[in-house]
């Protein structure tokens, strides 16, 4: 069987309530993909890191694996810390194929998506101003 994963990576907080939007979103793609293997992973100060979700993924029999960074721009850690990490992950699983896709940040919907978000702003301040 040639299952497909997905591991949602994040960077990573002290405080727990910081990752609660990228919860969302993994379970928002659970639900969209009921038979889909997703995991969230961190690069750091959170659990799981990226070589465990893959692990726990190489055990479900994953042989094809995305690796989605949940971040907005490429900057250092991902120019050059997670390419590191992902070939790691070749070297320890080479039997499973790990894509790393751009970055979420550099997808058109997500920057329309923020856009909007943005203009909603705009608009509830001026509504703020009218009253």
Same mark, same amino acid.
């Given at each position: 069987?040639n299952?497909?994963?997905?591991?949602?990576f994040?960077?990573? +907080?002290?405080?727990?309530?910081?990752?609660e939007p990228?919860e969302a979103v993994?379970?928002?793609?659970?639900?969209?993909?009921?038979?889909? /293997?997703?995991?969230?992973?961190?690069?750091?100060?959170?659990?799981? +890191?990226?070589?465990?979700a893959?692990a726990?993924?190489?055990?479900a029999?994953?042989r +094809?694996?995305?690796?989605?960074?949940?971040? #907005?721009?490429?900057?250092?850690? #991902?120019?050059?810390?997670?390419?590191?990490?992902v /070939?790691?992950?070749h070297?320890?699983?080479? /039997?499973?194929?790990?894509?790393?896709?751009?970055?979420?940040?550099?997808?058109?919907?997500?920057?329309?998506?923020?856009?909007?978000?943005?203009?909603?702003?705009?608009?509830d301040g001026?509504?703020?101003?009218?009253?």
């Amino acid at each position: 069987m040639n299952r497909c994963g997905l591991i949602l990576f994040a960077h990573g +907080s002290r405080d727990p309530l910081w990752a609660e939007p990228f919860e969302a979103v993994a379970a928002q793609v659970c639900a969209a993909r009921p038979h889909a /293997q997703v995991r969230l992973a961190y690069l750091e100060l959170m659990a799981p +890191s990226l070589a465990e979700a893959a692990a726990q993924l190489c055990a479900a029999g994953c042989r +094809s694996v995305a690796v989605l960074p949940l971040f #907005l721009g490429r900057g250092a850690h #991902l120019k050059r810390d997670l390419p590191r990490q992902v /070939q790691a992950l070749h070297t320890a699983h080479p /039997q499973v194929h790990f894509r790393l896709c751009a970055a979420a940040g550099e997808h058109a919907a997500l920057v329309a998506a923020m856009a909007a978000v943005a203009a909603q702003a705009l608009d509830d301040g001026a509504k703020d101003d009218a009253r």
